[in-house]
Every structure is written in structure tokens, then in C-alpha cells.
């Protein structure tokens, strides 16, 4: 999910009555619900779609959850310890207890690989011990009726706090609300490919791709991995990316590697001007500019073999 997402599912959790556990509880929260993105550091090494093959990947699996969420408490912490020394430490601080300041990073980082796993574009929730790709194809990358939710509940948490009402209860009434519209997600998705699979000519593979705003409603992506792909039954691609030795030809070319490793729907698509474009079936919707890489005509016309 976007980093707004996860910033204000962090909040929201701190308004529910965790903020009052030990000090400085709101950044361990907010910040702890974005850490796992520390990995889009890797644009500053890495040119092209070699991203693809990075994120979503070390610092979203079982290590990361565990020392990410160590070394912000650590940070929030020492910065708390700073502050008392320098006689700058605001009064209405609650005292800052590491233990519960490190159980709630940590809890704020695991909302964000569950966040990132409710879409379609996948990540490798076990790495590094599998580099294996999980999907959960329950919500779009950025839910704006989320954002509603969010950005409502946590605002109206903070005015009653401030005026000295109930706070905590209508934070806690979206947290049921968000789980809630979760789980109709979920049965959303689950109808839609289960139907897709028992229904003639019985796809291998059968993704319901949530809509940005119509989240009842789902795009049918399916095929049978051999480089031919379907949305909503229209057939898209116009060269077999498996055929025989295709696979490893174009996986020499810059970039296609990454690519390769992270597509879960690759397709060739052929340009009027005669360009082969390997792209994911996905996010055909973002033009040539996103998710999309030129290959070599030699690598990609068919061979006398």
C-alpha cells in the first residue's frame, strides 16, 4: 500500500489507546508502519526496473520485523534520553519504557508487510529464506475510501481528545470498520477468481484485480503462463515469451532479469513502429512508461531452430 496507508493505519492504532502505554509511542507507530520502505533507498543504486527485483523483499520478511522495529525503538529512545539530558524533554511526555516502545514497533511494523500482501503487486514475505512472491489481490495499491476512513477517524479522535471527550472509542470503531471492509474485500476476490477457475477454459491462473475506486467491483486477468494473457476474456500479447529457448534469451538483456523475477503476468506486446515491449499484464493501464522494458528485436523474432 502507499506510505499514507501505512502511516495512518499507524496512527490510528496509537489513538486506540497504545499511545498511552509508555512515551513517544506515536512516531514508534507512524514511523514503524512506513520502516519496511527503507528499501526504496535502492533508487539511488539502481537504474531502470532494477528496483523490481529488490523491494518488497529483505526488509519485508521475518529478520527485518524483527530489527527494524529494535533499532527505531532504539533510536526514540536514545533521542527521549538526549533531550532529558540537554533539559529540553517536554513535561506532558509519559516516561519512556524501551520494552513497550520496541512491542509497538514491532506491531506497527508487521501492519506493513500485511498492508503490502492485500494487493496485487506482491511481496516476498519469507526473505531471505524464499524469495517466493505471495498475493493477497484484496485491495488497490491506494484506496481512497481507506484514506476516507483513516483520514476521519484519526481526525476525529484528536478533536474529541483535545476537547477532553471519548477519543479512543471511535478510533477503535474504525479499526472494526477497516477489518470489516477488508474482509468484504476479501469474499469480493475469493467469488471472483474461484468462479474464474471453475468457469470454461479453466485458466491456470486467475487474478481479480481490484478497481481504484469501484472496490466492488474486479478486473479478470487470466492465462496459462505460456505468455498469453486475458483481461475481462480479451486475449493481450502478440509473441510467446515461453517459446523453447525465449525465456533465457531475454532474460540476458539488462533489466529483463529483475523484470522476470518479479512479473507475475509477462507479456511481448508488438508496437505499430514494430518495438517489442516486455510488459506485465497488471499494469498495462500505466503506458509505456511504467513497468515496461524495450528488448532487442534479435532477442524476440522468432528463430529457425
Known amino acids: 500500500m502507499d506510505n499514507l496507508t501505512h502511516g495512518l493505519v499507524g496512527a490510528l492504532l496509537g489513538q486506540c489507546g497504545l499511545k498511552r502505554k509508555t512515551g ?15 528499501d526504496a533507498a535502492c533508487f539511488f543504486w539502481l537504474e531502470g526496473q532494477g528496483h523490481l527485483g ?13 530489527i527494524l522495529p ?5 533510536l526514540l529512545w536514545g533521542w ?5 539530558k540537554r533539559g529540553k524533554r517536554p513535561e506532558k511526555r509519559l516516561p519512556v519504557d524501551f520494552k513497550w516502545l520496541y512491542l509497538l514497533s514491532f506491531i506497527a511494523c508487521l501492519s506493513h508487510p500485511a498492508l503490502d500482501w492485500m494487493n496485487v503487486y506482491g511481496i516476498r514475505l519469507l526473505e531471505p529464506f524464499s524469495s517466493q512472491w505471495f498475493y493477497g489481490d484484496i485491495l488497490f495499491i491506494i484506496d481512497v475510501w481507506l484514506w476516507a476512513l483513516l483520514i476521519g477517524s484519526v481526525w476525529f479522535s484528536l478533536r474529541r481528545e483535545k476537547r477532553g471527550g471519548e477519543w479512543m472509542k471511535p478510533a477503535r470503531t474504525a479499526l472494526a470498520v477497516m477489518l470489516a471492509y477488508i474482509g468484504v474485500n476479501a469474499s469480493i ?10 468457469d470454461a477454459p479453466y485458466h491456470r491462473t486467475n487474478i481479480a ?32 515469451l515461453l517459446e523453447k529457448d525465449k525465456p533465457d534469451i531475454i532474460a540476458a538483456v539488462p533489466e529483463a532479469a529483475p523484470f522476470l523475477f518479479w512479473s507475475r503476468t509477462p507479456l511481448i506486446t ?3 513502429d514494430g518495438r517489442y515491449l516486455l510488459r506485465d499484464a497488471r499494469y498495462l493501464g500505466r503506458g509505456e512508461g511504467g513497468f515496461t522494458i524495450e528488448l532487442p528485436a534479435e532477442v524476440c523474432e522468432p528463430q529457425d531452430l
Request: glycine share 12%.
Open 24 to 38: 513517544l509511542v506515536m512516531p514508534a507507530l507512524i514511523f514503524g508502519a512506513n520502516l519496511p520502505d527503507v
Open 54 to 66: 529488490f523491494r518488497r523483499g529483505i526488509t519485508h520478511g521475518p529478520i527485518a520485523w524483527v
Open 70 to 74: 529494535l533499532v527505531l525503538a532504539g
Open 80 to 84: 527521549d534520553r538526549w533531550q532529558m
Open 189 to 198: 476476490t475469493w467469488y471472483a477468481e474461484t468462479r474464474a477457475a471453475g
Open 209 to 240: 484485480s481490484p478497481l481504484p475506486f469501484a472496490f466492488w467491483q474486479r478486473q479478470m486477468i487470466t492465462g496459462n503462463g505460456d505468455g498469453h494473457w486475458w483481461i475481462d476474456g480479451k486475449e493481450l500479447g502478440d509473441f510467446d
Open 270 to 272: 508488438v508496437t505499430q
